[in-house]
T-cell receptor, first 114, second 115 residues
Framework: DQQVKQNSPSLSVQEGRISILNCDYTNSMFDYFLWYKKYPAEGPTFLISISSIKDKNEDGRFTVFLNKSAKHLSLHIVPSQPGDSAVYFC?????????????FGTGTRLTIIP | DVKVTQSSRYLVKRTGEKVFLECVQD?????MFWYRQDPGLGLRLIYFSYDVKMKEKGDIPEGYSVSREKKERFSLILESASTNQTSMYLCASRSGGRGGTGELFFGEGSRLTVL
């Protein structure tokens, strides 16, 4: 049972435009969410996080939005750059477990077209 | 910079062999983790450790064991490798104790093929 779902396996966006990556979750106990980025042949790297007390967190070109009632979060990248081409994983955990028990989505491969 | 180093980038083993995957971190992190990544399944937690000689099962511990004799080193052991353990294995570490939400730092991964 996939508790964190990324329904789009891939996404292509023109350079300079906005990239929107989506993530849905089913476990209402999740209250901490993260996005990781992974290049081929490298380990994932942390991108941005959000706790359930917020509905938005921004870091430079990256913004994560959380809609708790819909159990949905999204990552916005503006403007998209070629170096953003990677696989993006969303992840979630319950506060009680911190991120020992991170549940990851299946990933979305983002391709930025120059 | 935090560095998490996995000893082998690529391994090919035969069914039934014992396999050791080694991971070393250089930032004195208390917590260390082993994940596997498979297409269509994302990253799944196998085991984690929050202190030396301490370990806890993740979501898919069957067929695996771990060892943490020193703070900087966390080993994943496949006692008898099987073809369904062919995967990319990722080690990660994090500072802080249990229940923390600090950033996970990942190694580059070890791609294991079991024939």
């Amino acid at each position: 049972d996939q508790q964190v779902k990324q329904n789009s396996p891939s996404l292509s966006v023109q350079e300079g435009r906005i990239s929107i990556l989506n993530c849905d979750y089913t476990n209402s106990m999740f209250d901490y969410f993260l996005w990781y980025k992974k290049y081929p042949a490298e380990g994932p790297t942390f991108l941005i996080s959000i706790s359930s007390i917020k509905d938005k967190n921004e870091d430079g070109r990256f913004t994560v939005f959380l809609n708790k009632s819909a159990k949905h979060l999204s990552l916005h990248i503006v403007p998209s750059q070629p170096g953003d081409s990677a696989v993006y994983f969303c992840a979630a955990s319950e506060a009680e477990f911190g991120n020992e028990k991170l549940t990851f989505g299946t990933g979305t491969r983002l391709t930025i077209i120059p | 910079d935090v560095k998490v180093t996995q000893s082998s980038r690529y391994l090919v083993k035969r069914t039934g062999e014992k396999v050791f995957l080694e991971c070393v971190q250089d930032m004195d992190h208390e917590n260390m983790f082993w994940y596997r990544q498979d297409p269509g399944l994302g990253l799944r937690l196998i085991y984690f450790s929050y202190d030396v000689k301490m370990k806890e099962k993740g979501d898919i511990p069957e067929g695996y064991s771990v060892s943490r004799e020193k703070k900087e080193r966390f080993s994943l052991i496949l006692e008898s490798a099987s073809t369904n353990q062919t995967s990319m294995y990722l080690c990660a570490s994090r500072s802080g104790g249990r229940g923390g939400t600090g950033e996970l730092f990942f190694g580059e991964g070890s791609r294991l093929t079991v024939l």
